[in-house]
């Protein structure tokens, strides 16, 4: 089933800037249809929960890169790795990037399902057997790749390491020892470069639908999480 028919109900959320005008602004139905069907470029393979700007001003592209992440109420930097993986790879990627936080975790949830401007809600789960998670998120692999509303942050404060997976689907680890989560993504050949860009640095559509909306709720209660 392609990209169009999966979300023919879907919510969409344009994260441009409003002063941009919309490279999908003038478009036909058939070039809107062809385009948001693309889904490879080159080796690298889209979730089917984001699509680029239709002038693919960034063009999709695996890789990771270092950034700083600055906390201004505290006044800290945090070294962050950003990670763009190929579909087929990034489920396996996510996983191994958690084996590091240890036996027992923080989970957060991030859902912009009903939420404006692309904001969203942080929804917790304090204390969680690694084991256990790994087993529940394999169950929602689909969602949590193909829903452009989720994201899930995994965390051991007592490290203190974060490992993300976006509603970009893109990688965030946050911590200052990461060297060890540097190696993991080059065991899943996924290769540094410090001038890659990511879809997040231009214009770009997310997707979501009722369907996955579900499956968000069935995940929050599996994980124990009130609702939202």
Not at 43 to 67: K, M, N, Q
Request: aromatic residues 10%.
């Amino acid at each position: 089933m392609g990209f169009l028919q999966k979300i023919m109900n879907a919510k969409y959320r344009d994260d441009r800037s409003p002063k941009r005008p919309s490279s999908f602004t003038h478009l036909t139905e058939d070039e809107l249809e062809a385009h948001m069907n693309v889904s490879r470029y080159g080796s690298f393979t889209l979730t089917d929960a984001i699509r680029p700007s239709y002038t693919l001003d960034v063009v999709p592209a695996a890789g990771y890169r270092h950034d700083w992440y600055e906390d201004k109420q505290t006044e800290t930097r945090i070294p962050v790795l950003l990670a763009a993986v190929s579909r087929e790879d990034l489920f396996d990627a996510f996983l191994s990037l958690l084996e590091p936080l240890g036996e027992t975790v923080d989970v957060v949830l991030e859902t912009s399902h009903d939420q404006d401007g692309g904001e969203h809600s942080d929804l917790y789960r304090e204390q969680i057997d690694m084991p256990v998670l790994q087993s529940t998120l394999y169950d929602f692999e689909d969602m949590l790749l193909d829903d452009g509303h989720t994201g899930i942050a995994v965390l051991n404060p007592r490290i203190p390491m974060e490992v993300q997976l976006d509603e970009h689907k893109l990688i965030i680890v946050y911590g200052r020892d990461n060297e060890q989560y540097e190696q993991i993504l080059l065991d899943h050949c996924v290769e540094g470069s410090e001038q890659l860009r990511f879809i997040t640095e231009a214009e770009h559509v997310h997707s979501s639908s009722d369907e996955y909306i579900e499956q968000f709720r069935q995940l929050q209660y599996r994980l124990g999480i009130d609702d939202f």
